[in-house]
């Protein structure tokens, strides 16, 4: 996997929008028909490169994301994350994550000084969270229907 600051901000141009749009579709065909595919570089020579259809359809999500003008990081499921980082992918401070962590409700380790969360279990936390969000939400719906607010 990739993991790069300088694609990650990389903000697609209207062409590479474009681009993205048509090949998503050009290349999800190819998808539903097979196993694998087989991708032909154009440059200096014409190669051709066979890949499995999982990462095909890996790159065909990624080119639905630029598609919409998104930038896309890729992140290994076994990456280790600053706190800073966790943060950023859950859309909250990183005070927020560390409480988390103190608490236990976030797993963690220390390098040093510095906490480090796997991607995977920030997943899992993520998951677990939203579900938890859901829940509550479904509680206050059916209250609200119970005193017929709604």
Request: glycine letters at 4%; a negative charge.
């Amino acid at each position: 996997m990739i993991v790069n600051q300088t694609y990650s901000e990389a903000i697609p141009t209207d062409e590479d929008v474009l681009m993205a749009r048509e090949s998503s579709r050009e290349l999800s065909t190819f998808i539903s028909k097979s196993s694998s595919i087989s991708v032909r570089i154009s440059g200096d020579g014409h190669e051709s490169v066979e890949i499995p259809a999982v990462a095909a359809q890996l790159l065909i999500k990624l080119l639905e994301e630029m598609s919409q003008g998104n930038a896309v990081t890729l992140i290994p499921i076994h990456a280790e994350l600053t706190t800073q980082q966790a943060a950023d992918l859950l859309g909250v401070s990183r005070p927020f994550v560390v409480k988390q962590i103190e608490e236990g409700l976030l797993p963690a380790r220390k390098v040093g000084a510095h906490r480090r969360v796997l991607f995977q279990d920030l997943m899992t936390y993520k998951k677990r969270i939203d579900a938890d969000r859901q829940t509550a939400l479904n509680e206050l719906a059916k209250l609200d229907q119970e005193l017929g607010l709604k």
